[in-house]
């Protein structure tokens, strides 16, 4: 006989926890190869807008990241091909030049010692949203990793390569995890390169929920205790490792992938 069926679901959920994260492994990658392999998950899920979006994340000396080379597209990114860069985007290592939209990262790392990693892109569903001027709304389970953790950033400022555009996204983002940037993309943060990347993929399903949504009817909300209880659920560091880890299995099975 079953010895669990009485338990209340609380103690289902910890035990759970407990068990995920005793059981659970993926290998972590080295930070370089971890940046590479986001931009390739990236581009594998459909984020690729031409030379648009950033991937970053932090170096080990302070005031500095790690981020690609204008003139790759994400799926050319590789650990030997990133450039280490300081505040000021001056190159301390590679051979290249950042993307000069980089300098809101650095406006947000300074802002957020708690970022790790940063992602930025134009993915499709995003951008559509974005140029409703509509903000991100979670109404699906499979969503809730970003409820209560999206920003909205009603008004483009234009392109985001003066520190004004650092000050507004930095301040707009305020602690939350994501941000909706109108007529211009997602921008996620995480305090791992996994839980970005994971963040990054998500926001653009979301939004591809959302207007599947929006075009069959009226979307319906769901109970704010029950989308920050399926945050918490979905958001622990080994449930974001693992499903890194997956997504990089399946971007390594091929560059032609349908949305999730």
């Known amino acids: 006989m079953a010895d669990t069926m009485h338990l209340k679901k609380d103690e289902i959920v910890a035990s759970s926890l407990q068990q995920m994260q005793s059981q659970l492994a993926a290998e972590k990658m080295p930070l370089r190869e971890a940046v590479a392999e986001t931009c390739r998950i990236l581009f594998a899920f459909g984020h690729d807008s ?40 001056q190159v301390l290592e590679g051979t290249g030049m950042p993307n000069p939209a980089n300098r809101f990262h650095s406006w947000l790392y300074r802002a957020r010692p708690d970022v790790n990693c940063i992602v930025h892109s134009h993915a499709p569903h995003v951008s559509a949203l974005a140029m409703l001027e509509v903000p991100l709304i979670v109404s699906h389970m499979d969503a809730c990793v970003l409820y209560d953790q999206c920003a909205f950033l009603p008004k483009w400022p234009g392109i985001p390569v003066g ?25 996620v943060t995480g305090s791992t390169v996994e839980e970005a990347c994971v963040l990054g993929v998500m926001f653009e399903r979301a939004a591809r929920l959302q207007l599947l949504a929006m075009a069959a009817g009226e979307i319906q909300p769901i109970d704010p205790e029950l989308g920050r209880e399926a945050q918490r659920w979905v958001s622990t560091p080994k449930r974001m490792e693992v499903t890194f880890a997956y997504y990089s299995r399946r971007a390594s099975r091929g560059h032609s992938l349908p949305p999730l």
């Open 50 to 89: 031409g030379l648009s979006g950033q991937i970053t994340a932090r170096a080990e000396k302070p005031g500095t990241y790690w981020t690609q080379r204008l003139g790759l597209g994400f799926d050319e990114i590789n650990a030997d091909n990133l450039l280490l860069v300081n505040d000021d985007l």
């Open 163 to 187: 520190n004004e555009e650092g000050e507004i996204i930095s301040k707009a983002i305020g602690d939350k995890k994501a941000i909706l940037l109108s007529h211009h993309g997602l921008l």
